[in-house]
């Protein structure tokens, strides 16, 4: 046991570990309000139907304002991918990368195409999932949430109708949450999911009203930085931070 005439000579103060790589590079920089990924965002999109889902998907990796070239490779996952005229702007813009359909093959194909590269040279990546349907929930397209940054994945986005469509696994590990208009029973699975990070659920169902009065607008979360902040949008001003 050390005494009080040598405790002068130890520093106990704790230090951070030093990592090896200093989050994922993007190919440019990118706004800060946007999820962070540098770091690895996991985004869930969460409206009805014809709600401006696929208009915000497009925005989010065409418009320059946003994510496009941010990116080394984008793969996205959609069903509607044929059929949706909006969402066939990213069928033009990523030919080579777009699938119709959740393909357990090609996602490992993928994620096995990034474990070849050392960790300080692998590219950064954006998985984008719309519309995910049919799919199991031990599926790797959903347990990939767990583990996703050390793919190379810079942005997971799980883009769905409701809330419910994808399990507790993937729930518990969003960075950013993007909620449109919905029915009242998934806004109230919502607001019970993440009540603790914004102070209660009629705080989160106060914030949906205000930032989400008519179609095409979206409650922004920010679940990735402390304290939690919710914006109309993209708006710079919170609507919710710490308090209202």
Request: hydrophobic letters at 35%; one cysteine or more.
């Amino acid at each position: 046991m050390c005494d009080k005439e040598h405790s002068e000579d130890f520093d106990l103060s704790i230090l951070p570990v030093k990592k090896e790589i200093d989050g994922m590079k993007l190919r440019r920089p990118t706004h800060p309000m946007l999820p962070n990924c540098n770091r690895g965002a996991n985004l869930l999109i969460c409206s009805s139907q014809n709600s401006g889902k696929s208009n915000l998907l497009v925005n989010l990796l065409l418009n320059s304002n946003f994510y496009a070239d941010a990116f080394d490779d984008v793969y996205i996952f959609s069903s509607n991918i044929n059929n949706d005229q909006t969402t066939k702007k990213l069928k033009e813009a990523f030919p080579a990368t777009c699938f119709d359909s959740f393909d357990e093959g090609k996602l490992r194909r993928i994620l096995d195409h990034q474990k070849t590269y050392a960790d300080d040279e692998r590219p950064t990546i954006a998985i984008i999932m719309d519309d995910i349907q049919d799919v199991k929930p031990k599926s790797p397209f959903f347990t990939l949430s767990s583990n996703f940054r050390h793919q190379g994945v810079g942005l997971l986005c799980y883009s769905v109708q409701k809330f419910t469509m994808v399990p507790p696994i993937v729930r518990s590990q969003i960075t950013n949450l993007l909620v449109g208009t919905n029915s009242c029973h998934q806004l109230k699975h919502m607001s019970m999911e993440y009540q603790d990070q914004v102070g209660g659920e009629e705080n989160f169902l106060r914030a949906h009203r205000m930032a989400v009065p008519q179609r095409y607008n979206f409650l922004y979360c920010d679940f990735a930085n402390y304290p939690c902040r919710m914006y109309k949008n993209f708006d710079a001003k919170p609507i919710y931070e710490d308090e209202f």
